[in-house]
Nanobody
Framework: VQLQASGGGLVQAGGSLRLSCAASGRFSSYTMGWFRQAPGKEREFVATITWRDGYTYYGDSVKGRFTISRDNAKNMMYLQMNTLKPEDTAVYYC??????????????????WGQGTQVTVSS
């Protein structure tokens, strides 16, 4: 499984960005997630979307502002980020849980990771 995240950049507070994650393998069978890591901080759960029913779950800090989605036909996952804040600044990673551990908020549950894309939100 190979994952490649893209779409990061520099945006002003209040702005929007859309991240993409291109995946190989049996994408439709994977639970997919987004995590982020700011300098000096631990990797933080952002959002996940399950493989079976497309259920979505979000970290508390992004609820109501971010939307995760997937297109199984294109092997793509997306993260629409609206109303961005300076505290959203981080490297964003996409990840795949191929064993469906159920612990979608735990980075250790994910088996494959993309290389990360930098998101910087200026105040």
């Amino acid at each position: 499984v190979q994952l490649q995240a893209s779409g990061g950049g520099l945006v002003q507070a209040g702005g929007s960005l859309r991240l993409s994650c291109a995946a190989s393998g049996r994408f439709s069978s994977y639970t997919m997630g987004w995590f982020r890591q700011a300098p000096g901080k631990e990797r933080e759960f952002v959002a996940t979307i399950t493989w079976r029913d497309g259920y979505t779950y979000y970290g508390d800090s992004v609820k109501g502002r971010f939307t995760i989605s997937r297109d199984n036909a294109k092997n793509m996952m997306y993260l629409q980020m609206n109303t961005l804040k300076p505290e959203d600044t981080a490297v964003y990673y996409c990840a795949a849980d191929v064993n469906y551990s159920g612990r979608f908020y735990d980075a250790l549950s994910y088996d494959y990771w993309g290389q990360g894309t930098q998101v910087t939100v200026s105040s």
